[in-house]
């Protein structure tokens, strides 16, 4: 339904983030469940979905999968995601954090050689190119695209998606107000831009900081996911953030011909209001473009 001078987005990604799953379930540093806290999230995108909301093209999660890189972590994840994805219809793709291990991950969560080879990938969502990019540095929770990474992302952007490319990584290419994610900032962040610069990259996806953020790097717009585990409680001062269990979230990237939006939606929700219905959706359908304006965007008469 068209009511403006958009037409309707050409793709929908669901972005999620941070799940720092552990084995059997074990409560993340003794206190929050983040088994409980993804079935949450992924209840909610699955009631949204069957709602009609929206339509995915695909599940992002864009690292720290598990807090420890446990192989039963890994596999605990794929058995709770999996199944929601296929029921959506919708491809999954896992990116790799810094508290993920590469050869647990590859070996038990995408089926492959478990060596300590970065875990990469392109998918073709119908004309969108959504690249994975691997920022986790082994040993290490700072990140990095080292050269070898680079050179390929050049190769894989050397000729233009039709719709245009999508960069998915953990670390986000982005300063933050609290100064302890610049410690375990992505390192080389100038060399990566090289690689962007001039390219038809339109958007680029991260994880790590476990709040929402965006901002812009080499020209292209970054949104930051928040952790669906637990997040920062970023209304302290600076130097006294730290983490709680409350206001997770995720998002929907929504990619249009001219534009790509990032709209947070939170886990939590209260019965909403009933103004903002079908039937009245319906009656704005029924009527001119200008009798719609008369009849919603007009302001009554001041006193």
């Not at 409350?246 to 909403?272: I, N």
């Not at 009245?280 to 001041?302: T, V």
Request: net charge negative; glycine share 8%.
């Amino acid at each position: 339904m068209q009511f403006g001078q958009h037409a309707p987005a050409q793709r929908t990604i669901v972005h999620l983030s941070d799940t720092h799953l552990l084995a059997a379930n074990a409560p993340l540093g003794g206190r929050y469940d983040t088994e409980g806290n993804l079935r949450r999230t992924l209840d909610r995108v699955e009631q949204m979905a069957t709602d009609g909301a929206f339509v995915p093209d695909a599940l992002v999660f864009t690292g720290d999968l598990t807090d420890l890189g446990e192989s039963l972590a890994y596999v605990r994840v794929r058995e709770l995601v999996e199944p929601v994805a296929a029921r959506l219809g919708a491809p999954v793709v896992w990116v790799a954090g810094n508290h993920d291990e590469r050869p647990e991950m590859r070996r038990d969560l995408l089926g492959l050689v478990p060596d300590e080879t970065p875990i990469t990938g392109v998918w073709d969502l119908g004309g969108l190119r959504l690249v994975a990019l691997d920022s986790s540095v082994p040993g290490w929770h700072h990140g990095e695209i080292d050269a070898a990474q680079r050179e390929w992302l050049r190769g894989v952007l050397s000729e233009p998606a039709p719709l245009g490319t999508i960069l998915a990584l953990h670390h986000p290419p982005l300063p933050s107000h609290v100064p302890m994610f610049d410690i375990l900032e992505l390192r080389d962040q100038a060399a990566l831009a090289q690689v962007i610069a001039g390219s038809d990259v339109r958007a680029i996806l991260a994880g790590h900081l476990h709040y929402s953020m965006s901002g812009t790097f080499a020209g292209v717009p970054v949104s930051v996911a928040a952790a669906s585990c637990y997040t920062m409680d970023v209304a302290r001062p600076p130097l006294r953030v730290n983490g709680m269990d409350a206001g997770q979230s995720f998002q929907l990237v929504h990619v249009y011909a001219d534009t790509v939006t990032h709209t947070v939606v939170p886990v939590d929700a209260e019965d909403p209001a009933g103004y903002f219905t079908p039937d009245w959706y319906a009656r704005m359908a029924d009527l001119s473009p200008e009798q719609r304006l008369e009849a919603f965007s007009r302001k009554p008469p001041r006193a």
